[in-house]
């Protein structure tokens, strides 16, 4: 059965490593917002000039740039057979853009998943948050270190930190999500969407109950 899914929660919470395991177990794209306008600001494109000033500072960019980058996206034909939503929408402006382009294509949300966590820990993992700048493998240098210092485990290249997951932005990140995210679970509950799931548990563990409430059997994966 096709799957078409939105992974919901505040930064940090782990929702964009949960989304890349469950859209690679079922060969799904994995569509990532916050990655896509980093690869914008990489090319240095118009969009990536305007999304750098919001996303240094912590805030959303704009609804309509964001919503014509999915709307782009989910009109490519890998998404036929389902597709993960990670980081958007965020904002109710944005989930009623999203409905509308879903009406336009035909097409509908059959699970959000809701990823939470306590709000300490959260400044805390984005803190040790790391990624190799080469292959994109993602570190925690508290939770889940490189075996040699700042080097990746994987293609033995130099790990970076996000510019905007200093303690200052980030902090301000979590009163974006907050503000203007936070509504969404209401939105969603009220579509009867919504599954709640327990961030403050092993990656593994995580990934187990989402293919499972999924209906897939993680074993034979
Ligand atoms: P993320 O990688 O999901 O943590 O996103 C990093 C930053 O990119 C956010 O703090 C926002 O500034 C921006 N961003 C990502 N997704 C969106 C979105 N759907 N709407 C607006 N801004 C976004």
Not at 95 to 116: S, Y
Not at 156 to 173: G, I, M, V, W
Request: aromatic share 6%.
């Amino acid at each position: 059965m096709k799957k078409r899914m939105i992974f919901l929660g505040p930064p940090g919470s782990g929702k964009g490593t949960q989304a890349g395991k469950v859209a690679e177990s079922l060969e799904i794209p994995h569509i990532d917002t916050g990655s896509m306008l980093r690869e914008e600001i990489v090319a240095g494109t118009e969009e990536g000039k305007i999304a750098e000033q919001y996303i240094n500072q912590g805030q959303l960019a704009p609804a309509s740039l964001v919503i014509q980058i999915i709307k782009n996206r989910l009109s490519r034909p890998d998404t036929q057979n389902g597709f993960i939503l990670d980081g958007f929408p965020r904002s109710l402006e944005q989930a009623e853009g999203l409905d509308k382009i879903l009406k336009e294509i035909n097409e509908q949300i059959d699970f959000v998943f809701n990823i939470d966590l306590n709000e300490r820990i959260l400044i805390d993992r984005m803190a040790y948050r790391r990624s190799c700048q080469s292959c994109g493998q993602k570190y925690n240098l508290k939770f889940n270190p490189p075996r040699v210092d700042n080097t990746c485990n994987i293609c033995e290249n130099e790990l970076t930190q996000r510019a905007d997951d200093n303690e200052e932005t980030a902090t301000k990140r979590i009163l974006t999500y907050k503000k203007e995210t936070e509504p969404l679970i209401k939105y969603y509950t009220d579509k009867g969407l919504i599954i709640n799931i327990d961030g403050d548990r092993e990656i593994y563990n995580i990934f187990n109950e989402i293919m499972e409430i999924l209906g897939l059997k993680t074993s034979s994966l």
